[in-house]
């Protein structure tokens, strides 16, 4: 299959110039202290680089029906990887930012990237 000859134009390949974020994604595991109690410890799961776009108004409100407020959202646009599958409630990093996962979508069949939106944590 040839590339398609304008930027963004073949909605099935996403073009892998566009992933210039690095971001982290963390998770917070809960393990056991010599106290006998347990103690929530995050960790830090995966680092890699990811492309980043803008989430729609229409998007947002689709996402959100029912709520009054607007939180800032974002999609991230990662690599399928065998070893790795990123889950909701996982924590992204990028920067000095941190985002919550909401849903994450298969791009393509056969799946090669995968498309993840969030919301600001607070």
């Known amino acids: 299959m040839s590339l398609p000859s304008k930027p963004y134009d073949n909605k099935k390949h996403y073009d892998v110039g ?6 982290e994604f963390w998770q917070d595991v809960v393990t056991d202290n010599p106290s ?4 929530v410890v ?3 799961l995966l680092s890699t680089w990811a492309g980043k776009e803008e989430v729609s108004l229409y998007t947002q409100g ?13 999609y991230f646009v990662i690599r399928n990887r065998k070893n790795f599958f ?3 409630d996982m924590t992204i990093v990028h920067g000095s930012d941190r985002y919550t996962i909401m849903d994450v979508k298969l791009l393509d069949d056969p799946c090669t990237f995968l498309k993840i939106i969030c919301q600001v944590a607070v």
């Not at 566009?18 to 971001?23: A, L, S, Y």
């Open 18 to 23: 566009r992933m210039r974020q690095k971001i």
């Open 36 to 39: 006998g109690g347990s103690v």
């Open 42 to 44: 995050p960790t830090l």
């Open 62 to 74: 689709q996402f959100q029906a029912g709520q009054t407020q607007y939180n800032k959202m974002q």
């Open 86 to 88: 990123p889950v909701k």
